[in-house]
């Protein structure tokens, strides 16, 4: 499994939890006004705390743009060296992916380790990886983010894959005539070409199984949509399976198949990878065969969580990462989940933004048999 290095992982292999004592920082954010710097700032708390960080403090700018030395301005910087002093806060978490450049400075500048957006959802995904797709898959997306980032520091040539060692000391040996640094790209780079040909094998098992499907005429339903809105909870109460439902974010990342049948219509129903606000480029190239389970998909069953306050936003950023995988041209039923603890009012006013909008709860059941019967309909052969 890739390892995880901005947290670690105890002996008994759980991910470590911030109220457990985990390692605390200062989060940074730029309003350019571009969008809703409040919710990202509290989603980014709760990746923090997904991957076992407290965040103590929140520094924040507003300016046209980020500034490209210092992520924050000059001036700004100094609060969050304060902020630092006065929380004892172990790193810093930047709610946006930074250049190299951004976190040389800003770690020079703080004293203290940088990271960004990028870097903890993949730390995310590193922990939850549970089958070889799935490493294979988040290994690769690592790679693809360190390459470029990579320096001749020890402490940082240990964060990707099989490279991280205890107690972030370097790793690979000098050969003559080459620095460490030189070694290290042509080992990611190696390492990269195994994990493609891995990646191809998989991706051809999967779309035979597809093909098998598809031979039997049996209509596929792919459940997509943001992250923690109960995809899984819903696919339980669609198929009376069992799959683990669990409260945090990325839960699921290895797509989950199970047979639905209404009256004399039988489909599949295939739970997938959620999704979040800017994520990472390299997650949708490396989970791309994953993600073609929307692409190839008879219906697109987009959950949305009724009770979030930017549910709107959500259903635009899920359907732009769609359209970066070519899904855009699937049928969409939008189901707004979690009506049970919704405000009234949330749901009606997204039935009136979303009329075909189905409305359920996958906890209580409630509306969940109606939507059964709506799946066999859009799905039942002509």
């Avoid at 939890?17 to 809703?36: E, I, K, M, Q």
């Avoid at 500034?67 to 002093?85: F, I, M, N």
């Avoid at 490279?163 to 370097?170: D, E, I, K, L, N």
Wanted: charged share 30%; with cysteine; proline share 5%.
């Amino acid at each position: 499994m890739p390892g995880t290095w901005l947290t670690g992982t105890p002996v008994d292999g759980r991910p470590r939890s911030a109220r457990d004592g985990g390692p605390t920082a200062v989060a940074l954010a730029v309003d350019t006004g571009d969008h809703d710097v409040d919710g990202s700032l509290h989603e980014l708390h709760r990746l923090a705390e997904t991957d076992g960080v407290q965040v103590v403090a929140d520094v924040r700018q507003t300016r046209d743009h980020p500034d490209p030395a210092t992520y924050l301005g000059t001036g700004k910087v100094s609060d969050v060296v304060a902020e630092l002093e006065r929380t004892g806060a172990d790193l810093v978490i930047a709610d946006d992916e930074l250049t190299p450049a951004q976190v040389r400075t800003l770690e020079s500048r703080t004293g203290v380790r940088v990271v960004d957006r990028t870097a903890l959802v993949l730390d995310i995904f590193a922990q939850h990886a549970r089958s070889s797709e799935g490493r294979t898959q988040v290994e690769l997306a690592q790679i693809a983010y360190q390459l470029p980032r990579l320096r001749g520091s020890a402490r940082n040539l240990s964060r990707v894959g099989g490279g991280r060692v205890a107690g972030g000391q370097g790793i690979g040996v000098r050969g003559p005539g080459e620095t460490r640094l030189e070694a290290e790209r042509r080992r990611l780079r190696r390492r990269a070409r195994d994990l493609r040909r891995k990646a191809t094998d998989i991706a051809q098992r999967r779309e035979r199984t597809r093909d098998r499907r598809a031979r039997n005429d049996v209509p596929a339903v792919a459940l997509t949509g943001y992250t923690d809105v109960g995809k899984s909870a819903l696919l339980n109460r669609l198929a009376g399976a069992d799959v683990e439902v669990r409260a945090e974010l990325f839960a699921t990342l290895d797509p989950t198949v199970r047979r639905v049948v209404v009256d004399d219509v039988l489909f599949t129903v295939t739970d997938t990878v959620g999704f979040v606000r800017n994520l990472p480029h390299q997650l949708v190239e490396a989970f791309r065969s994953t993600l073609e389970e929307v692409v190839r998909a008879d219906l697109a069953l987009h959950v949305v969580d009724a009770a979030a306050p930017d549910a709107c936003d959500r259903v635009s950023t899920v359907r732009g990462v769609l359209r970066e995988i070519g899904a855009s041209d699937v049928p969409e039923l939008l189901v707004l989940n979690k009506i049970d603890v919704a405000p009234p009012e949330w749901v009606d006013a997204l039935q009136r933004i979303y009329p075909e909008a189905r409305a359920v709860s996958a906890l209580t059941g409630e509306g969940v048999a109606e939507l059964r019967e709506e799946l066999a309909r859009r799905v039942r052969p002509a």
